[in-house]
């Protein structure tokens, strides 16, 4: 599968700069309300009895990272896109499983940077500076594919129009 999509860096700092990226980024502090409160209470409540401190983070990243991307998709899905619906022509579930696939890249990348800072800093701290580097990929990411007009197919992909 081939495909040709062109960006130009002066769209993607539109993107980036723009209302939206505005709206995502409010969306994107509450979804760090939820990921954090639900690290802190996990970490500190739910696997206190986990005694591996590497298995414990594991643990309490992930629930904390679910509620939060399930949060994020709705909020984004309702407010930061709601221009887009006529877009959607998919339900709920495999229109939050195409999103989920969007931020898979980011919520690696966040796992992988808060393991490599939580040995250095407060795990808090590591895991909010993972949440803000990634960010920015995962915006760009849904705002072409989830909640844009690129459709994938088997024989091509089409652009996105332009906004």
């Not at 990226?21 to 500190?44: C, D, I, P, R």
């Not at 393991?115 to 580097?133: K, T």
């Amino acid at each position: 599968m081939k495909l040709n999509i062109r960006i130009s860096i002066g769209s993607l700092l539109r993107r980036i700069f723009s209302r939206r990226f505005l709206k995502f980024g409010t969306v994107g502090v509450s979804g760090m309300v939820v990921n954090m409160g639900l690290l802190y209470v996990a970490q500190e409540h739910i696997f206190n009895a986990v005694q591996q401190t590497e298995i414990k983070l594991n643990l309490s990243l992930a629930l904390a990272i679910f509620f939060a991307t399930l949060n994020n998709f709705i909020w984004n899905r309702m407010w930061t896109w709601a221009d887009r619906k006529q877009h959607h022509h998919k339900p709920f579930i495999a229109q939050f499983g195409q999103y989920t696939l969007a931020c898979w890249l980011s919520i690696v990348l966040q796992a992988i940077f808060t393991n490599l800072l939580a040995p250095h800093i407060y795990y808090l701290i590591a895991n909010m500076a993972a949440i803000a580097v990634t960010s920015v990929l995962n915006f760009v990411l849904n705002d072409i594919w989830t909640f844009g007009r690129l459709k994938l197919s088997a024989g091509h992909a089409s652009k996105p129009a332009k906004e």
